[in-house]
């Protein structure tokens, strides 16, 4: 996809940081980081959505987040990390480009988690019963 910026990066037409490339797979810093090392993992194949992937890429992009997880948390010295990937507009995707946000995290650095709604009495049990509903006729990589 020649007007995806992603792609660009992954082709080498536009610079970033890159921590990882394989033959499938790359990962580089996020220009605007939470914290030094918030990288985003890719995979080369253009697809917009976590949903759009290949199962050979759903199981090589959890393989790479790890590495790259364990290393921010081991020798980078970093207390925590967010795995995060906004899926879709309505879910705050900018790049349509399949990404995951590995994200470093130190104690008492005060960025927030989402505010949850709960749920109305009965509501999530209703829930779930639906969701199993849906997952048993649904397919995944
Ligand atoms: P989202 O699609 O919501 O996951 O957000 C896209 C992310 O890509 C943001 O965190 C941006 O800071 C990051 N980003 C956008 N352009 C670049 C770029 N050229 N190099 C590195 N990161 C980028
Ligand atoms: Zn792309």
Known sequence: MS????????????????????????????????????????PKQHVEKFVDVSPENCKAIAG??????KSLTGDLGYDGVNLIQNNGAAAGQIVPHLHFHVIPRKSGDGFAHWHGQGYANGEAALWAAKMRAALETTDAA
């Open 64 to 69: 790479v987040i790890q590495k790259i997880m």
């Open 3 to 42: 007007d995806c910026i992603f792609c660009q990066i992954i082709n080498k037409v536009i610079p970033a940081e890159f921590v990882y490339e394989d033959d499938d797979m790359v990962a580089f810093l996020d220009v605007n980081p939470v914290h030094p090392g918030h990288a985003l993992v890719m």
